[in-house]
């Protein structure tokens, strides 16, 4: 496609057990008591660039959700996604330093 507005790439839940992810983060416990003594915490990177087709899993081992790009990641939960369409996702990031986390989705 050739139209300059910026695509909103879908994604799909995954089954969070499966064997293989392409991305795999944990937010181990004690993270959000980190971030309230100031620390700073850097988890994921800032920008991600990924392909159709991959997977992204983020684990949170802590007792407090966290915000990751667009995902929210509840207390001791995971959340697993594949990656279906081309395109950008921003959002607001607890766990890297800037606050803000982008996952960039590009054709095989």
Request: charged letters at 30%; aromatic letters at 6%.
């Amino acid at each position: 496609s050739s139209d300059d507005t910026a695509s909103v790439p879908e994604l799909q839940v995954v089954d969070p057990d499966a064997a293989s992810y392409d991305y795999d983060f944990v937010i181990p416990p004690g993270t959000g008591e980190r971030m309230d003594r100031g620390e700073e915490v850097e988890i994921v990177p800032a920008e991600l660039d990924v392909k159709v087709g991959e997977r992204i899993r983020i684990v949170n081992e802590d007792e407090r959700g966290a915000a990751v790009g667009i995902f929210w990641v509840p207390a001791e939960r995971t959340v697993a996604m594949e990656f279906t369409t081309p395109g950008t996702l921003t959002g607001a990031c607890d766990i890297h330093p800037s606050g803000e986390f982008t996952i960039n989705v590009t054709d095989l």
